[in-house]
Every structure is written in structure tokens, then in C-alpha cells.
């Protein structure tokens, strides 16, 4: 059965620390897809990365930067330099390649990040 | 200009009314969903719709019904309104196939009272 798991509940950090959000999941598919969100205060659900099962690399965009190891089924978040606007809960998703699936998103239980001044 | 945009983005109502929530993309996206994000943030699918076509209907009660006019527009119409129902809704579009981003409407916050 496919999960997604976030341990984290919520993650409390002073500006300009560097943060790790975990994501573990679990698809018995050899072809899926992983993705971030991030829900700030107002409501919104903002799409971050995604990420296929065949490219393992990791990816940086400015303070932002994504760690995908299969052998331990995780695809982690850091952010680094941390702000007062990157509080917000983010969710980790997977989508499994499955013929028939278009797209349907199974969440984790998200990270509430609070970043304090 | 919004990608998805859904109205109304606030919702008070009573116990056992009916209501609808109006969903459209501006993408050119051939596939729609509406997810259901709980009290406690966790956030599940309730409908896909590809072409007009439901594709995924995740055992949601048939209180809840969808419809799709056309690729651009997926609605949600709740009957009898329960307070179990009060959550925020979701509506999000994506170019078909598995695997590919789904970008997500600003939500609903529906309050059944």
C-alpha cells in the first residue's frame, strides 16, 4: 500500500537556521512521483518540486534544496538560511505511475514550520 | 491572472442545506479533482474528472456529487450538509497523466453550523 509519512508534526527554528523536513514513503510501483507543498498562513496550497522515481538527483533552487534517496524511500527538504516567510506547513506527496492513475496525490500528515524572528 | 479559481472561498451554512462549490482553470489542463483538507490539515482526494470523464471517485459519500460542464470547470454540489462535512475543499487541475504536477485552487473553508 502506497503511504507517506512525515514524522515531524511541527519544527520550531530562529531565522537564518538551516531546516530539515523528512519525508519517508512507501509504493510497491517502480515508477512514481514525489512533490512538495508548502501552505503558507493564508490557506493556499503552493506547488515546490516534483521529483520521478528515475532521477535520484538532488536539486537546489536558491535556499531551497531536495534530498531523494531511494534506498531509504525518502525525499527530505532542507531550507537553509531559514525566514520569518517559509513559516507554513509543508506536505509532502506521492503519485504512483500506475496505468489508469491520473495524478491522484496521496499526502503525508504535513510539517508545521514556524520560523521565529 | 488565478489558474484555479474557485468560489465562494468562504462558506457559513446550516446543517442539512444544500450547497455547491464552483471550480475553474485557466490552464488548458485536461484533468480536475477536488481533495478535502480535514481539521487536523490531512489532505485526501475526493474526485478526479479527465475529459468530463469521473475517473476516481475515493468512497465519498453520494451526498457529494461533481459535475464537469466542461474540461475547464469542475463543481462540487453537497446535499444535506452535515457538520462532519465543515473542512476546507480543495479544487486542482493537471495535464493527465500520472506523475504530473497538479497545481490547486486557494480552497474553500466550508463551516456547517
Excluded at chain 1, 495524478?103 to 521565529?116: A, R, S
Aim: with cysteine.
Amino acid at each position: 500500500a502506497q503511504k507517506v509519512t512525515q514524522a515531524q508534526t511541527e519544527i520550531s527554528v530562529v531565522e537564518k537556521e538551516d531546516v530539515t523536513l523528512d519525508c519517508v514513503y512507501e509504493t510497491r510501483d517502480t515508477t512514481y512521483y514525489l512533490f512538495w507543498y508548502k501552505q503558507p498562513p493564508s490557506g493556499e496550497l503552493v506547488f515546490l518540486i516534483r521529483r520521478n522515481s528515475f532521477d535520484e538527483q538532488n536539486e537546489i533552487s536558491g535556499r531551497y534544496s531536495w534530498n531523494f534517496q531511494k534506498s531509504t524511500s525518502s525525499f527530505n527538504f532542507t531550507i537553509t538560511a531559514s525566514q520569518v516567510v517559509d513559516s507554513a506547513v509543508y506536505f509532502c506527496a506521492l503519485s504512483e505511475g500506475r496505468s489508469g492513475n491520473t495524478g491522484k496525490l496521496i499526502f503525508g500528515q504535513g510539517t508545521t514550520l514556524q520560523v521565529k524572528p | 491572472d488565478t489558474a484555479v479559481s474557485q468560489t465562494p472561498k468562504y462558506l457559513v451554512t446550516q446543517m442539512g442545506n444544500d450547497k455547491s462549490i464552483k471550480c475553474e482553470q485557466n490552464l488548458g489542463h485536461d484533468t480536475m479533482y477536488w481533495y478535502k483538507q480535514d481539521s487536523k490539515k490531512f489532505l485526501k482526494i475526493m474526485f478526479s474528472y479527465n475529459n468530463k470523464e469521473l475517473i476516481i471517485n475515493e468512497t465519498v459519500p453520494n451526498r457529494f456529487s461533481p459535475k464537469s460542464p466542461d474540461k475547464a470547470h469542475l463543481n462540487l454540489h453537497i446535499n444535506s450538509l452535515e457538520l462532519g462535512d465543515s473542512a476546507v475543499y480543495f479544487c486542482a487541475s493537471s495535464q493527465g497523466r500520472a506523475g504530473n504536477t497538479i497545481y490547486f485552487g486557494e480552497g474553500s473553508w466550508l463551516t456547517v453550523v
